[in-house]
């Protein structure tokens, strides 16, 4: 009895040494295939979330977005709010925005767009549109005369929405009205924020907003806060209403609007192709374990005749799929860490929504190995519950 435990060990060593290594490689290579495909695609579609979620984050409404209260229209002291907002642990830097509507003009083209009055040193705080300018440069604090314009607003080879764009270029002269009240602005430069809200938006200084509405230049209707530990926005809010800060607060995951549906669709996605892909695994190791138990039938048929009951030889196949599985998801990570990860970190996935890289998340990472893993040896049980079953003579003559 004591020696049954060693028997299915022996019985798989034998096989895996005395077979084919062609044949053990290819095994190897098809399970370490089928688990870089079952990481690459979660890890692929975790990446444009994390990558879609830092763009509402860095283009659009910071960690938390503040809106005066309902029946306000504006926050009177810009710079008071600023200095009571910085005040809170947690919070690295707060910068505020003046929303307002207008028309902007060029030669025969002109639309309605939103047009954004801020204060360039303290936007670099808080948000990267700095870091997306693909022509011209971001706004100098004190300039009256310059403009910034989101691609879909400029127009080009960029913009999807290049139709109804001005087709404006860097230093051409637009001429924008403020319900008849006009200037003129120079456009300093053309960003590409990827975010769709923001690329429908120009932004002036608020000394450019000063030259056309003197009394709104303290003023503002949108301020935007970047905690240090981002994850506490709940906290850092509960603590600015502590403080006495009036106002409807907003997490960046309330802003995110239309996105949190994007996000919400690639994890569907990414259920569907995952489970594609264990399936794909979990048939790769059926049909190599029962054709290797088709070969052997009678073989096995000659253990049960010589006294080696059903179950030892079940756990031996048990434990080739085991050594298969194991080695096989070894190779896919090292393949996936050593080469696919940082090819993808230096060459990102170039979306219209954002330049995705590889995400990973070490519980998840995980859990698909060990599924892999298991759902690999509860299929090699299949064709060996089947070769053990069948009738003992038939088995020896391969029938």
Sequence with gaps: MKYEFKIPFFLAFRQITRGSKWTFFLIIFLMAASFINLVFVSSLFKGIIKGSNEQVINMHSGHIMIKPNSGKDVFENRDDLIEEIEKIPNIESATTQFEIGGNLALNEKSGNWIINAINPDEEVKVTKLFDSMISGEYLKSGDREGIILGKQIAGGDVAELDAFSLHANVGDTIIANFNGVEKEFVV?????????????????????????????????????????????????????????????????????????????????????????????????????????????????????????????????????????????????????????????????????????????EPGDFIFRMESIIIVSILVSLIPSFMITRIKLLNAIWGK
């Design 188 to 360: 300093r430069g053309i960003f590409n924020s990827k975010y769709m809200t923001v690329d429908n938006t120009a932004f002036i200084t608020y000394a450019g907003l000063e030259s056309i509405f003197p009394a709104l230049v303290n003023q503002a209707n949108t301020a935007l806060v970047r905690l240090i530990e981002p994850g506490e926005e709940q906290t850092a809010i509960n603590q600015l209403k502590n403080a006495g800060i009036h106002g409807t607060f907003y997490t960046w995951e309330d802003a995110a609007g239309i996105m949190n549906s994007v996000t919400s669709s690639f994890l569907t996605i990414d259920f569907i192709l995952s489970f594609v892909a264990t399936l794909i695994a979990a048939v790769t190791i059926f049909i190599v374990v029962y054709i290797d138990i088709s070969n052997k039938r009678q073989q096995i048929g000659i253990l049960r005749a010589i006294g080696v009951k059903p179950y030892i030889i079940r756990s031996a196949y048990v434990i080739i799929s085991s050594i298969y599985s194991v080695i096989g998801v070894a190779v896919g990570a090292g393949l996936f860490f050593g080469i696919i990860m940082p090819y993808f970190v230096a060459h990102p996935f170039v979306l219209p929504i954002v330049d995705a890289t590889l995400a990973i």
